[in-house]
Every structure is written in structure tokens, then in C-alpha cells.
């Protein structure tokens, strides 16, 4: 089956301007992390939802970083004001539940490249 | 503060000389340690948790093992399609549905 997708595949912005980013999990998955990479670096965790609510968000660096789920599914990670120090790979991952015995599958993640 | 260092940072082997990766952590209760393979250019790729010291788990050629302390991720007879980057990661008592803390990494590099 489909695993999860992350659009688009690259995206370049200069400083200061919005940004979002898509994240298609595993159809019937209820739980979906954002986390982010840096180049040598293991991936960071973002924030967490449980079908559509966050339940837990504290990776989240500041307030210009925002992530909804509203549907449940597909999640949007949104970035205002971008800065030069959010260039990272930006993973999504997706678990059939929430439970200590769920695996997280891996998108293949949104490189960000900010001018 | 809960922490997960793997070494080394990079591994360079010939095609068959089998070696081991090390990931230590330090964590307020674990509830579980993963292991996942990355390719350049894509997410982790799931292969292993463990759950509770003396446990181990094998795929192919690797086999992972877990101490109070630290796992290990021995490599057999490696082939150059071994190659990759080999993530280690921690789920606490804490984050029981959450998040995964990760360590940076092993470069793994077989050459044939």
C-alpha cells in the first residue's frame, strides 16, 4: 500500500516569507509527528497529533511555527517569517495508534532551503 | 535530560568484515528503543525495536541487541548495499504516544 507522502519535494523561500508543508500519512494511521533534520543530525521531533488534535507540541521552536490536522489525516506544518536557520529537512511520520508498540513510518521528507 | 549518543559518528568497512554500532542513552524510564536505516535523500526506514535489556532482534545480516545502558547493532558479512545511515531511537516513559528522541547517527559506508 501507499505509504506516507510529503509535498513538495523541495521548496525554496527567501527570508521572511510563509511557507507550508503537506503531509499525506498512511490511510487509517491516527497518529502523526513532524519532526525536523538538520544536515548530520538525527531527526528532531516537531509536534505530535492524535487524530486531529496536537497532543503534544512542545518541539514546536517558536510561535512561528504552526501544524494543523484539521480532517484528521492529511496535516499541514506552516511556517511564518522564515529565517535562514529554518534550512532543514522537514520529515513527517504516521503510527496506527498511539501505543508504545507502534512503529512510526517515515515520509521522505520536504528539504527547506531559505535564502 | 534525556539523551542518545551513538558511535562511531562514521564507519568505513570492507565487504564481509562484520562490526557492531553502539547507541548509549540516558533516560528517565525506557519504553522502548528503535532502530531505523536512512538513505540519502529519504525518511527512516523502520527496523527494529527492543523493549527490555537481554532482548534481541534479527533481520539479515543485522541483529540488535539492548543493555540497561546501550544497544548494539551488529552488522555480518556486510555488503556494499549496506550502506546507509543507521538511526537510533528512544520512546520514555514520558512520551509513551509520542515523539521519538534520536541520536545523530552512524554513517555506514561498506565498500566491496
Known amino acids: 500500500g501507499a505509504g506516507v507522502s510529503q509535498t513538495p519535494s523541495n521548496k525554496v523561500t527567501e527570508k521572511g516569507k510563509y511557507v507550508e508543508l503537506r503531509c499525506d500519512p498512511i490511510?487509517?494511521?491516527?497518529?502523526l509527528y513532524w519532526y525536523r533534520q538538520s544536515l548530520g543530525q538525527g531527526p528532531e521531533f516537531l509536534i505530535y497529533?492524535?487524530?486531529?488534535?496536537?497532543?503534544?507540541d512542545s518541539g514546536l521552536p517558536n510561535d512561528r511555527f504552526f501544524a494543523v490536522r484539521p480532517e484528521g489525516s492529511v496535516s499541514t506544518l506552516k511556517i511564518q517569517r522564515t529565517e535562514r536557520g529554518d534550512s532543514a529537512v522537514y520529515l513527517c511520520?504516521?503510527?496506527?495508534?498511539?501505543?508504545?508498540?507502534?512503529?512510526?513510518?517515515f515520509g521522505p521528507g520536504t528539504r527547506l532551503t531559505v535564502l | 535530560e534525556d539523551q542518545v549518543t551513538q558511535s562511531p559518528e562514521a564507519l568505513r568497512l570492507q565487504e564481509g568484515e562484520s562490526s557492531s554500532l553502539n547507541c548509549s542513552y540516558t533516560?528517565?524510564?525506557?519504553?522502548?528503543l528503535f532502530w531505523y536505516r536512512q538513505d540519502p535523500g529519504k525518511g527512516p526506514e523502520f527496523l527494529f525495536t527492543?523493549?527490555?535489556a537481554g532482548e534481541e532482534k534479527e533481520k539479515e545480516r543485522l541483529k540488535a541487541t539492548l543493555t540497561k545502558k546501550e544497544s548494539f547493532l551488529h552488522i555480518t558479512a556486510p555488503k556494499p548495499e549496506d550502506s546507509a545511515t543507521y538511526l537510533c531511537?528512544?520512546?520514555?516513559?514520558?512520551?509513551?504516544?509520542?515523539?521519538?528522541?534520536f541520536g545523530q547517527g552512524t554513517e555506514l559506508s561498506v565498500k566491496p
Open positions: 511520520a504516521s503510527s496506527s495508534g498511539p501505543g508504545t508498540t507502534n512503529e512510526q513510518f
Open positions: 490511510s487509517g494511521h491516527t497518529a
Open positions: 497529533f492524535q487524530g486531529t488534535g496536537a497532543a503534544d
Open positions: 533516560v528517565s524510564g525506557l519504553r522502548g
Open positions: 527492543l523493549y527490555s
Open positions: 531511537a528512544v520512546r520514555t516513559v514520558y512520551n509513551q504516544g509520542g515523539k521519538l528522541i
